[in-house]
């Protein structure tokens, strides 16, 4: 697998651009939901709806989580988009051998408070308009390995067009605080807060 990197100059370029798209590209970006910081390791599960989530995920850190960034991402990906391993991105390939050291690298990565990781469980980009996210496996094996206590934070990214040319985008957040790690469990607690945010989103006017 390939370990993520911070590189001196490609880390802080990479927090700068996403300032910088995000504010080029949409109208507007709200955060909706709190986030009291427990002083844990972060782990963040999302949706996967486009090739902006990494950088709105970002955007979310450097705004109101405030931790060292990780990502997965799909190793042949990785390897095309090789920069990103120097902001933070890491490799998992599935069906090999490697996605168990995957795992581990992840699982030891939330040993610290200082780390924040992103997984998109739905492992492949999807429409927004989903009314169920299904996880794929893997992430109860993460958090198994990962016996730490963690905080847990879900995130559902929206984007809305109405009367504006540019797009607003809504990152919807909740910690998860149940004790339970399985997968179903954690899907469960996903989907419920999925709902909410997506009926928020229908109710959306101007």
Excluded: C
Aim: charged share 20%; glycine share 4%; proline share 2%.
């Amino acid at each position: 697998m390939i370990k993520a990197k911070h590189h001196f100059f490609i880390y802080p370029l990479f927090k700068w651009l996403t300032r910088f798209l995000l504010r080029k590209n949409f109208y507007q970006v709200k955060i909706l939901g709190e986030f009291e910081d427990s002083g844990k390791p972060v782990l963040v599960i999302s949706n996967h709806i486009s090739w902006w989530d990494g950088f709105w995920i970002m955007y979310l850190n450097q705004k109101i989580i405030k931790r060292k960034f990780y990502f997965m991402m799909f190793e042949k990906q990785l390897q095309k988009y090789w920069y990103f391993n120097y902001a933070g991105g890491y490799s998992v390939r599935k069906s090999s051998r490697s996605v168990l050291q995957t795992i581990q690298y992840t699982a030891n990565l939330l040993q610290y408070s200082s780390n924040m990781v992103l997984i998109f469980p739905q492992g492949k980009i999807t429409s927004m308009h989903q009314n169920r996210i299904i996880f794929e496996s893997g992430i109860e094996k993460i958090l198994e390995k990962a016996d730490n206590e963690l905080h847990i934070l879900f995130a559902a990214n929206f984007i809305e067009y109405l009367s504006h040319r540019k797009p607003g985008l809504n990152i919807h957040i909740e910690s998860y605080t149940n004790n339970m790690r399985d997968r179903d469990s954690l899907q469960q607690a996903y989907n419920i807060f999925y709902s909410k945010a997506h009926n928020y989103q229908k109710n959306i006017s101007e």
